[in-house]
């Protein structure tokens, strides 16, 4: 899945927190945009392995949500919401396709690393790779809550997003052949 499809999934998790609590909104907004985007950090390094923590997130994201919910802060609950955003992005990468730039000829069974049971979790293919019609589709209809429970420069930032999201969309399988062979 494209990086603003985690984005918004994560601020589609935490906008109803927010519609009810709305002093805790920015820190909402903020946690989970930069846990949406944080695991794919690992891009330089092991991607889909060093950062993201598709079981073994959860005995960080269940923690902090009870520690935001208990000792309700700014602090606290914008660590709560990247907690479970980041292992929400583990998690529905499962669902996407391989790792490789060219998902549709594929060939990879890697979808993201299970830390607990050690070994590869395989890809779904309900979206196909980043960028297919259908991950658009996702990200589009994944940024209405958030559109409609925050406003100001978030709201700026998820039609930005969106914007961005159709773009890739539509350059997707264009780009494989734009990009030099050392860096596939
Ligand atoms: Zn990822």
């Known amino acids: 899945m494209m990086a603003t499809t985690h984005a918004f999934a994560g601020l589609t998790l935490v906008a109803p927190i927010a519609a009810v609590v709305p002093e805790f909104g920015v820190p909402l907004a903020v946690g989970a945009l930069l846990g949406g985007l944080a695991p794919d950090v690992d891009l330089a390094l092991e991607h889909r392995r060093t950062f993201h923590f ?52 594929n060939g990879s069974d890697r979808a993201v690393y299970d830390h607990v049971r050690g070994r590869w979790v395989r890809p779904r293919r309900w979206i196909r790779y980043d960028g297919a019609p259908e991950d658009a589709a996702v990200a589009i209809v994944l940024a209405i809550p958030p559109l409609v429970v925050f406003d100001g420069w978030l709201d700026a930032v998820v039609l930005g997003g969106t914007a961005v999201s159709i773009g890739y969309a539509l350059v997707r399988r264009r780009l494989v052949a734009w990009t030099p062979d050392w860096l596939e």
Do not use: C, K, M, Q
């Not at 079981?55 to 520690?67: E, F, K, M, S, W």
């Not at 802060?73 to 914008?78: D, P, Q, R």
């Not at 490789?100 to 000829?105: A, G, K, V």
């Open 54 to 105: 598709p079981v073994a997130g959860l005995a960080v994201a269940v923690p902090t949500a009870v520690l935001a919910v208990t000792r309700p802060s700014a602090e606290t609950v914008a660590v709560a919401a990247f907690a479970g955003t980041a292992w929400l992005h583990a998690a529905s990468d499962a669902v996407g396709g391989g790792p490789e730039l060219d998902p549709w000829n």
